[in-house]
């Protein structure tokens, strides 16, 4: 049984003039125990809105959310009677977040151990006493704390980020989670110190057989520390398949974008020029793409698209399996699916058109 399978998740939010718009569209996975999904975009392609409703942050518009098999439908809405009260707290139980900003996730008025007892005391069925300062301290040790007992006694402004980050993981470990969301969990960390975050996350998932949802935008740590991956834009998935057919042999044109913007240090001069007019592409102009509506028939992307045909402004693409190869893109793998037009024999046979649109 999957940990967690969400099925066409949408989120609406309402803008003033009553209409809205559309962060998330149809989203659909399956996340197994053992597992890293990572999920991929630049800013804005709606990431964040998806670990906000998996969270129960956000109430989605439509769509299902199974949690080891039961709906989790319910339990956004305060004031709820008890039985989904607890159903609600059974949910929060099971699936935990990890913030991208340790500092702001941790209250500063109160000490280490403060925030590992709550949940403890809350979802871990432990009483006040020696064996809850027990299981606090067995917390910190799992995470590389030591000595635990000085860093329970501690705040959180007396702790690096990194420590401050290890304590929000423990935290989240505290209620013996299945599902475990990690938004954006380095990005505001030091450079020297997230490739030991990255690694205890992944310790972690194998040692609690945890399912792991990685928010990324970093599609290097995203390849190396995740079996599968989605890349996302704006609110849809665009591509996805294994980690190392993503990211070294991508179909979709965003994806290869996004790849070529990636730094490498063993690149020459020349493939850096490259890079940066890759990167100069990706910071196509916003206004373009919010005169479009999300609900707009053709692909969302052909705006900032180098290969957009007519058909890209007819109608949305599938997201058909990828059996060959595109324009500079290596051969796809199985599980490999891209949602372009390129991918269709028929339509990538019909002349290319002079302008993104």
């Known amino acids: 049984m999957s940990a ?15 209409s809205r718009f559309r962060a998330v569209d149809a989203l659909s996975f399956a996340l197994e125990p053992g597992q890293t999904l990572a999920l991929v975009g630049e800013s804005g392609s709606g990431k964040s809105t998806v670990v906000r409703t998996l969270s129960r942050f956000v109430k989605p518009s439509a769509g299902e959310i199974l949690l080891r098999g039961v709906d989790a439908a319910d339990g ?16 929060h139980k099971t699936m935990q977040l990890v913030f991208q900003d340790p500092f702001a996730s941790l209250n500063p ?17 432990h009483r006040r006493g020696p064996k809850l300062e027990a299981a606090v301290l067995d917390l910190l040790r799992s995470v590389n704390l030591t000595p635990a007992e000085d860093v329970a006694r501690k705040h ?12 929000a993981i423990a935290r989240a470990l505290a209620t013996d989670p299945k599902v475990l ?9 030091d450079v020297s110190i997230r490739l030991e975050i990255l690694n205890l996350l992944d310790r972690l998932k194998q040692d609690r057989d945890l399912a792991l949802l990685y928010v990324t935008h970093d599609l290097a740590t995203a390849r190396h520390f995740s ?9 849809e998935v665009v591509e996805r398949g294994p980690s190392d057919q993503v990211i070294l042999h991508p179909a979709h044109p965003y994806t290869r974008m996004l790849a070529a913007a990636a730094p490498d240090p063993t690149v020459s001069r020349a493939a850096l020029a490259e890079a940066r007019a890759q990167r100069a592409a990706l910071r196509d102009t916003r206004a373009a793409e919010h005169r479009e509506s999300v609900l707009d028939q053709g692909c969302r992307f052909r705006s900032r698209c180098p290969f957009a045909m007519p058909v890209c402004a007819t109608r949305p693409p599938d997201l058909p399996a990828v059996k060959g190869s595109v324009p500079g893109a290596g051969a796809g793998g199985a599980g490999h699916a891209a ?9 990538a046979a019909a002349p290319a058109a002079d302008s993104a649109d």
């Open 109 to 125: 008025m109160h000490t280490v151990a403060h925030h590992l007892r709550r949940p403890l005391l809350l979802h871990g069925g």
């Open 181 to 189: 969301l990690a938004d954006e969990p380095v990005s505001m960390l």
């Open 76 to 91: 956004v809405e305060r004031g709820l009677p008890r039985g989904r009260r607890a159903k609600r707290k059974a949910y």
């Open 227 to 235: 079996s599968q991956i989605m890349v996302m834009y704006r609110g």
């Open 156 to 167: 959180p402004h007396e702790l690096s980020g990194g420590q401050r980050q290890r304590v």
């Open 4 to 18: 967690l399978t969400v099925t066409d998740l949408t989120v609406d939010y309402r803008q003033r003039g009553g």
């Open 339 to 347: 949602r372009c037009w390129l991918l269709d024999e028929s339509a």
